[in-house]
């Protein structure tokens, strides 16, 4: 992401702003660039900072440097490695796998300083941003069956994109969505107008959202 596009997402009225730290990834971004984000933050707006596996020193180190209160895991980061980034707060991705996401969601019960489980598409193993649909039929049945009673709130993701994002808000009724290949004109360079389609089309069918 650069600057100019969390400029423009909170114009269009984004409630957060995601910057990748994850050397593998072709979006991972340095700290200086993120401080030139942060900079166009808007009031209001969440500044998230998204890793991967990476070690909770060098989480916390980041999010003191930057004065990030909330971060974003996409690996396989369990629950003691998140209880120990305390007292930030976490949004922790879970992998949906068909017949498995009711398991993998049973350790997030107790975790305090979680505060949303990010549904993650199951079919790749690049963690995020990779524009592959989820599973939202799996999604729904673990929905149906209680499995999210009790957990922290819902937040879709995998394949987002304007044209989509409204059904999936009407039939998964999550507590946020999350965007990142859906709004891209190329990789890394978000597309105005499809920032604006797709906050439009989320706010929508979901005032909430």
């Known amino acids: 992401m650069r600057p ?25 971004i340095a700290i200086d660039r993120a401080t030139l984000i942060i900079e166009q933050v808007a009031p209001f707006v969440t500044p998230v900072g998204v890793f991967v596996d990476a070690p909770a020193a060098q989480i916390k180190e980041m999010a003191n440097a930057l004065g990030l209160r909330i971060v974003q895991l996409n690996g396989k980061e369990t629950p003691d490695d998140v209880a120990a980034l305390r007292p930030l707060r976490v949004i922790k991705a879970i992998r949906v796998v068909r017949g498995q996401l009711q398991t993998a969601l049973q350790p997030w019960h107790d975790v305090k300083n979680v505060i949303g489980l990010l549904m993650e ?11 592959v649909a989820n599973d939202w039929a799996e999604v729904i049945a673990a929905q149906d069956a209680g499995a999210f009673r009790n957990l922290p709130p819902l937040i879709a993701a995998g394949g987002l994109t304007p044209d989509n994002v409204a059904d999936i808000v009407r039939t998964v009724r999550p507590f946020a969505v999350d965007v990142s290949s859906g709004v891209e004109r190329e990789r890394g360079v978000k597309s105005p107008e499809k920032l604006e389609h797709f906050i439009r089309n989320a706010r929508s069918a979901d005032p909430d959202v």
Do not use: K, Q, V
């Open 121 to 131: 598409s199951g079919t790749t193993n690049e963690p995020g941003g990779t524009g």
């Open 4 to 28: 100019e596009d969390a400029a423009a997402a909170c114009a269009l009225g984004a409630d957060a702003i995601g910057m990748i730290f994850h050397p593998a990834s072709p979006r991972n």
